[in-house]
């Protein structure tokens, strides 16, 4: 029952320092997200994926960049590092298709700080 | 552009109130796609309901429910009989569009935080 794994959990960074989050899913979902949680806001949506090897921007991409080789993972990396980047990110995944399409699978989040 | 808005930040009542969370939507498209989730203290999301846009019908699950209005663009959440498990941070959805990758990319109001006082 792993469902979406997210490492590590918790990581701070010094500014200028790059780093990458990785996201793993089991479910055979086509889709994958990440989003930002800033204190006392929503999630943002940062990236997405419809499958291996496609890619596009969500909301905020500045500072990100993603790949997706295989179904199954869906790495975040952050170039240079600044202190705006200091949040909680989270990776999702979604069925194409089936009953529940739309529901969003979330990891457990992994908290940065970059100081 | 589509936008979410929690009015509420913070509730708090008491064990075994009834609760209402207010969700107000904006989108310029006809097909679209409301959620609801809960984040509780442990920081991860779970889903709660997910309601499409030709469907007003409201929806009870034990001691949840849902009030959609297409006519104010409101989406709300009561919890009746609350428990001090449901205290969390609530979050509204929109999706846009109907299939694809819209389904996922959504826009999430503030959210709220529920406190229920034993």
């Known amino acids: 029952n792993a469902g979406v794994t997210q490492t590590p959990k918790f990581r701070i960074l010094k500014i200028g320092q790059s780093m990458t989050l990785q996201c793993a899913q089991d479910?055979?979902?086509?889709?994958m997200y990440w989003y930002r949680q800033d204190p006392g806001m929503g999630l943002k949506l940062i990236y997405y994926?419809?499958?291996?090897?496609?890619?596009d921007k969500g909301e905020v991409p500045n500072g990100y960049n993603v790949s997706r080789s295989t179904t199954e993972d869906f790495p975040l990396r952050l170039e240079l590092a600044a202190p705006s980047q200091t949040s909680v990110y989270f990776c999702?995944?979604?069925?194409?298709?089936?009953?529940?399409?739309?529901?969003?699978?979330f990891g457990e989040g992994s908290r940065l700080t970059v100081l | 552009a589509q936008k979410v808005t929690q009015a509420q930040t913070e509730i708090s009542v008491v064990e075994k109130e009834d609760v209402t969370l207010d969700c107000v939507y904006e989108?310029?498209?006809?097909?679209?796609?409301l959620f609801w989730y809960k984040q509780p203290p442990s920081g991860e999301l779970v889903f709660l309901i997910r309601?499409?846009?030709?469907?007003?019908q409201n929806e009870i699950s034990g001691r949840y429910s849902w009030n959609f209005q297409k006519s104010t663009s409101s989406f709300n959440f009561t919890i009746t009989a609350s428990q001090v498990v449901d205290s969390a941070v609530y979050f509204c959805a929109l999706s846009a569009q109907a299939g694809g990758t819209s389904y996922g990319k959504l826009t999430f109001g503030q959210g709220t935080i529920l406190t229920v006082h034993p």
């Open positions: 479910m055979n979902h086509n889709y």
């Open positions: 994926s419809v499958g291996a090897g496609i890619t």
């Open positions: 989108t310029r498209d006809t097909t679209y796609y």
């Open positions: 309601r499409n846009s030709f469907d007003e």
């Open positions: 999702a995944s979604s069925r194409l298709r089936g009953p529940n399409t739309g529901e969003l699978f």
